[in-house]
C-alpha cells in the first residue's frame, strides 16, 4: 500500500512540472535547514547594531533585521526549530491517534465509550483555541508547544481512524476471517492494519499542513521558543512592525511557511486522489449552454414506422484519459422497437445492454462515445442533437425506471415533488390539472395517495420503484427504457413490479425496451427479444420463437444456465 | 423536529459540562505550581532571583481555588460560574465577566463578517469547481482554494494590511475606526476557512452529481438550473454542514490570531495580552466562553442540517 | 450434527429471528429460503459466531456454539460462503496468501513447496488453475473470486459449509458453472451444505430438505420435492407462485396446485418495509 502510494505519487509527479518545481523549491528549503550549521556560519542571535535593518546583500542573503541578525542564518536555524517540532508533533499525534482510533473501533465496548467521550469533550472546543489555553497554561517554550498541538490534535485522528476501523471490520474478508478462526492479532495486523496504511498516510499528509500553520500561529501569538532563539512564527510577529521599512523580515518567515504548507497540502492532494479513485464517470456535461437544433415532436404512436431504432450502431471508450481508452463497447447493433410493443434486451455483464438504454435516452457519458451507426427517434436521427433537445425529449416522449430504486430517487425531496417536476418541466398537462394527474398516477402505479407527501427514505424498495415508474410514465410518454428494473428486488416484489410494468404498457401504449440479464423475467413481459453478447447481436426474434428454438449455440448455453431444470437426486424419506 | 432539538440541546449542555471539567483540571495538571509561577512573573525580572513568601503563595493558592479537595474546588468554581462569576483578573484586578462582555460584541461582528466573506467565496468556488471539473475553472477555483489554505492568516493579514492600509492607503490598519475597519480583519479570516469549505462542497458536489439520482433527474428533462440548485446542491451541502465544525473552530481559532493582527477589539486580543501576565483565570474564563460559542454555533448547525436532510435521526450523527 | 434450537434474536427491539429450530446431517444439502428480510442472514451469522443470539442454543455435536468456549472447541468445522465475493477477499492478498491463511491457523507452518501442493489440489477442487496462486483478487473475474471462496473455506476441512446467497452476484453462465461445481463436490464427499437463497430455482436444482423462513420463522420444512410441489402454508405457494416459471416448459408440477390457491395471496406476505 505504502509503495503503492510512493508509485502513484511518482507517476503524478511525472505529469506534473508544477509539483516539480514545488517539490525542488520545499526540498532544497528543508535540507537547507537541516544542513544550516554547514551551510552558514552566522551564528543567528549574534546582534550586530552596527548592520541594523540592512537590505538583502551579498554578505547578507535576506538582509538584517531591527538587531543587526542575519536574515537568512534565522531562517535556516529557525526552520529547524518549526520543521523539528512538527515533525515531533505529527509522530505523536498519530501515535496516539492510530491506536487509539483502532483499539476503540476493534473492541468496541467500554474502551470505546470512554475514548469516546473523552474525544468528545476535546473536540468540543476549537482546536487553536485549546492550543492557545493549554500552551499559555503551561507557559510556553518548546515542550509546552509540542503538548499543546497534540492535545488539540489527536482526537480528530482517532475519530477518523475508528471509522476506518468499524468500516474494515465490517468487510467480507475480515467477517470471513473470523469464521476461519484467525487469531484476532493476524486479523488486526493483517487485515485491518494493511488495508488502513493508506488512509493514516493520506491522512498525516493532509494534516501536516494544518499542524505547520498551527505551530507558527502558536508562536506568533508569542506562545513558542523564547524571544532571542529564531522561529518562523516569531520571527514574523518581530518583523511585522517594520514591515514598511524592512519588509524582508517579514517575506522571508512567511514565505517559507507558505511554501513548506504548500507543498505538504499539494501532496496530499496528490495523494488523496490517488488513493481514492475518484469515480471514473464524471457528471455529465449539462452545465455548458447549447442551442436547440429542432426540437423534436414525436408523433403519437399510430404509425407502424419504429419509434426506437439502432442503425449500426458502434460505440468506443474514447476519452484519452481512461484506461480502456480504444475498447469497443458496441459493435454494429441494429434492431428496433415498434409502437405498442415491449422488446427484450438480454445481455450477461458487460455485453453492453446498459449503453443501449442510455443511447435511447441520449444520456451516454463521457469516457463512450457514439463512433459509428445513428440511433433513430420515431425517425428521426438523433446524432445532431444538443442537450437541450435531449431535454425536450426525456421525461416527455421517452421515460426511463432504472436498476437500483433505493438510490433512483433524490433523498431530500417528496415523493410528490419529484413526481409533479417532470410535468412542469414540460407542460405536457396544464397547470390546473396537474395535482389530479398527480393523483391519477400514483393510483396507477398501485400507491397510496398518501405517498406524495412522504420522502423516499420511508419506502419500501418496491414502493420505490413504483413511485420511479410514476415519474416515467406521467407525461404519457410513447416509448419507456426498462433498465434491470427489477434486478434489486425479491422475488415477490419482483413479480408485482413485472406485471405492473406489462399491464401500464397496455393501459398506456407504451413501447417498452426492456434491459435484463434474467432469462425468466424477458420472457414474462417481451413480446421480441434481442440477445446481446460483448457488443454484438447474437440472435433476435419473437420470444415464443426465440424460446421454443435457440438457433444460436450461445442462446441455448444461456437457456440451459437457467438454474431449476436438474434434479438433486432425492435420498428416500424415511 | 422538537424532539430533534431537545435532543440535541442536551447533548449540547452535556458537551457544556465536559468542557468546563477540561478547563478545570488543565489548570491543575500542569506541571509546577500555578500560584509560584504566577508570582514569579509578576516579580520585575531584573531583581534577580528573589525569595518568595510562604505566605504570598497561600494567599494566591486561595484566591485562585486551588485549595482543598478536587472535587469541592470544581463545585464551588462553578458554583461561581453559574452565578455569572468568572473570577477577577490578576492583572486589572477587575471582574472577567465584565470585561470580556465589553469586548464580545467585537470578536462577534469579525466573526460574523467573516463568515459572510467565507460563503461569498466558498460557495461559488465550490460549484464552479465542480460544474467544471477537470477544466480551467476547475484548475483555476482549486489554485484559490490551495492557496487559502496553505497562507497562514497571520502573513495574510500583515500582507493586506501592507498593501492596503500603508501602501495604497485605503483602508485603515489597525483597531476599531468606522466601520470600514472591518474589511481587512474580515477578509483575512474568511478566505483561510473559505479554501475548505469550497474544497469540501467541491467534492460533495461532484458526488453528488455522479449520483443515479441525478442521472434520473437528467432523463425527466428538468432545466439546468432545476438540476443544479434543486437537485444537486441540498444533498451536496449535507457533508458540507456535517464538517461545519471544521469551518467553524477554524473560524474561532483564526479569530484570535486575525485579532492580535489587527489590533481589533475583541476577546482573542483580550486573551493575548493575558498570556504575558500569566493572568489565569483570564485564560480560563475566555476558553470556557470560546466553548461555549463554539457549542452554540455547532447547536445551530444541527438544526439546519435538520432543516435541509429529511433522513437525519439523532443517533446517526455520533462519532461522524 | 448441526442442530438450532429455537435461535431469536431481536435488532433494536424487533425480532430478526424469532424462535427458529432445525438440524443438519452430515452430507446433506439443505436450504434456507425466504424473500428479503426474512432472517435468513441473522440466522446464518448466529451459526458462524458473527452474530450472539438472545436466545436459543446452537450445538455442532457436543460443542454449544452460543458461548465463544463452544465456538472455538468447533473451531474450523463450519465455515462460510458469503454473497458478495469481492468484498469477501482482502484486496492487498494474492490468492497464496488468501489460501494459506487457514491453513497456517489450522495446520500450522510447513515448507514452501508442500503448501504449494496442497494449494494446487484446493483450486483443483474448485477447477481453478493453479497458475492463480500470484495474483491479486482484482485480476480475477466475479466468478473465479466466488470460487476462491470455496476454495478458502473448503482449506480447513469443514464438515458444514454455510453458503449466503453465494450466487446473486453472479452471471447466469456463471451461476451454472458454480452450481454445477456445487455439485461435484458434494458427489465427491464434500461437506454438508447449508444453501442460503431466495431463488426456488436453486433450491430445486441442488437441495434434498428445504426451510422456508417468513418474518423470522420457519412456516413449513420438509424434502424439496414435497415442499416444493406440494407446498402446504400460503407463503411458500405465493413465493413459489411469485417465483418465475421456466420459459420454455412449463413445468407441470406447478401447474396442478397454481388453480386451487388463488386467493388473497398478497397478503401472505407482509413484509416490514425496510427503513
Known sequence: MADRLLRNLAAALRRDPLGCVLLALVGTLVLLCLLAPIVTRTDPTATDFARMLMPPSAENWLGTDDFGRDVFARLLFGGRTSLGVAAVAVMIVMGIGVVAGIVAGYFGGAVDLVLGKLIDVLMAFPRLVLAIAVAALMGGGIASLIVAISVVAWPAYARILRAFTLQVANEGYVQAARTLGTPVWRILGGHVALNLIGPILVLAMLDLGNLILAISALSFLGLGVAPPGPEWGSMLNEGRALIEIAPWMVLAPGMAIFLVVLSANYFADIARDSTEGRAVHGPRDWIAPSRPVARPELPSPNTKEPLLSFEGVTVDVVDPRSPYCGRRILQEVSFWVRPRECVGLIGESGSGKSTLAMLAMGLTRPPLALTGGAVLLSGTNTAAWRWDDWRGVRGRHVGLVNQDPLSALNPVLTIGDQISEVMAAHDAVPTGARAGRLRAVVDDVGLPASVVGRYPHELSGGMRQRVVIAMAIVNRPALLIADEPTTALDVSTQRRILDLIRDLGQQYGLSVLFVSHDLRVIARVADRVVILREGRVVETGTTAAVFAAPREPYTRALMAAIPGQHRQPQPVEV | ?320 | MLSVESLTKRYQGQDAVCGVSFSVAPGEIVGLVGASGSGKSTIARCILGLERPDAGLIRYGDAVLTDRAGRRAAGRAIQAVFQDPRSSLNPRWTVRRILSEPLETWFGREPSAARTVRLHALLLQVTLSADLLARYPHELSTGQCQRLCVARALACGPALLVLDEPLSALDVSVQARMLAMLRDLHAAGGPSFLLITHDFAVVREICQRVLVLNAGRIVEAGPVARVLDKPSHPVTRSLLLDALPLPFQTAAALDRWVDCTKPTLDVAIQRTPSS
Not at chain 2, 492583572?91 to 460584541?105: D, F, K, V
Not at chain 2, 470600514?180 to 460533495?204: H, M, Q, Y
Not at chain 2, 493572568?279 to 480560563?284: A, K, L, R, T
Open chain 2, 1 to 320: 423536529m422538537l424532539t430533534y432539538a431537545v435532543k440535541r440541546a442536551a447533548a449540547a449542555l452535556v458537551a457544556l459540562l465536559g468542557t468546563t471539567v477540561v478547563v478545570f483540571l488543565l489548570l491543575r495538571i500542569i506541571p509546577g505550581d500555578p500560584a509560584t509561577a504566577v508570582l514569579l512573573t509578576m516579580l520585575d525580572p531584573g531583581a534577580g532571583s528573589v525569595e518568595l513568601s510562604m505566605a504570598d503563595i497561600e494567599a494566591l493558592q486561595a484566591e485562585l481555588g486551588l485549595t482543598g479537595p478536587l472535587p469541592v474546588q470544581y463545585l464551588e468554581w462553578m458554583g461561581e460560574i453559574l452565578r455569572g462569576n468568572l473570577g477577577t483578573s490578576l492583572r486589572s484586578r477587575q471582574p472577567i465577566m465584565g470585561e470580556l462582555a465589553t469586548r464580545i460584541p467585537g470578536t462577534l461582528t469579525l466573526a460574523a463578517a467573516s463568515l459572510g466573506v467565507m460563503l461569498a467565496i466558498a460557495i461559488p468556488c465550490g460549484v464552479l469547481g465542480a460544474l467544471y471539473a477537470g477544466r480551467p475553472t476547475d484548475h483555476l477555483s482549486r489554485a484559490i482554494s490551495l492557496l487559502g489554505e496553505s497562507l497562514p492568516n497571520f502573513f495574510l493579514g500583515v500582507l493586506l494590511v501592507y498593501l492596503f492600509a500603508l501602501w495604497l492607503r485605503w483602508l485603515p490598519s489597525m483597531g476599531w475606526q468606522g466601520p470600514d475597519s472591518i474589511v481587512l480583519p474580515a477578509l483575512t479570516l474568511g478566505t483561510g476557512i473559505a479554501a475548505t469549505t469550497a474544497r469540501l462542497l467541491r467534492s460533495s458536489l461532484l458526488d453528488t452529481l455522479s449520483q443515479p439520482f441525478m442521472l434520473m433527474a437528467e432523463a425527466k428533462g428538468l432545466s439546468r438550473g432545476r438540476l443544479l440548485f434543486r437537485h444537486a446542491l441540498r444533498p451536496a451541502l449535507i457533508p458540507v454542514m456535517t464538517a461545519s465544525s471544521l469551518v467553524l473552530g477554524g473560524l474561532l481559532g483564526g479569530a484570535v490570531v486575525v485579532e492580535t493582527v489587527f489590533a481589533w477589539p475583541g476577546v482573542g486580543r483580550y486573551m493575548i495580552e493575558a498570556i504575558a501576565g500569566r493572568d489565569y483565570p483570564v485564560i480560563q474564563g475566555f476558553t470556557l466562553f470560546m466553548a461555549t460559542l463554539f457549542i452554540v454555533l455547532n447547536f445551530i448547525v444541527d438544526i439546519l442540517y435538520r432543516l435541509i436532510d429529511p433522513r437525519i435521526r439523532v443517533e446517526v450523527r455520533r462519532h461522524g
